[in-house]
């Protein structure tokens, strides 16, 4: 697993390439640990390159996810690919993070406040 991490103004994008699993999610968890400390920012997920998420990774996902809820805002994804997008369809993640197609929506949906679930 790759990750990349950029800022724009107020918000985060991670940019994962490779698989997000049992072996990589803790790499993913401390760098996110890191980045949403305060001020917190919005976060996008660039998921262009991510070609596989494990239950390991939708955990750090959901964490990310409490905080920002917490925050008043959400963890917005672009970028997924149909498999990945099915994991978290039948999950219940697409439920709460707002995955929408390109960067430019992701950073608009990470400023916005939650959806209720």
């Known amino acids: 697993m790759e990750l990349h991490f950029d800022r724009i103004e107020d918000c985060v994008i991670v940019r994962l390439r490779g698989r997000l699993d049992r072996w ?3 790499d ?14 919005a976060v996008a997920l660039d998921c262009t390159r ?7 990774g939708l955990r750090v996902l959901l964490g990310a996810a409490k905080v920002q ?9 672009f ?7 099915e994991v978290f ?4 993640f697409s439920d709460f993070l707002a995955i929408v197609l390109d960067e430019t929506a992701a950073l608009t949906a990470a400023r916005s406040k939650p959806r209720s679930v």
Request: no cysteine; aromatic share 2%; hydrophobic share 40%.
């Open 24 to 26: 990589t999610s803790g």
């Open 79 to 85: 970028g997924v690919q149909p498999m990945v997008r």
């Open 50 to 56: 991510l070609e596989y998420v494990s239950s390991a």
């Open 89 to 92: 369809d039948m999950s219940g």
């Open 69 to 77: 809820r917490a925050a008043g805002r959400t963890v917005a994804l």
């Open 28 to 41: 993913l968890e401390t760098r996110l640990s890191g980045e949403l400390a305060p001020p917190l920012p």
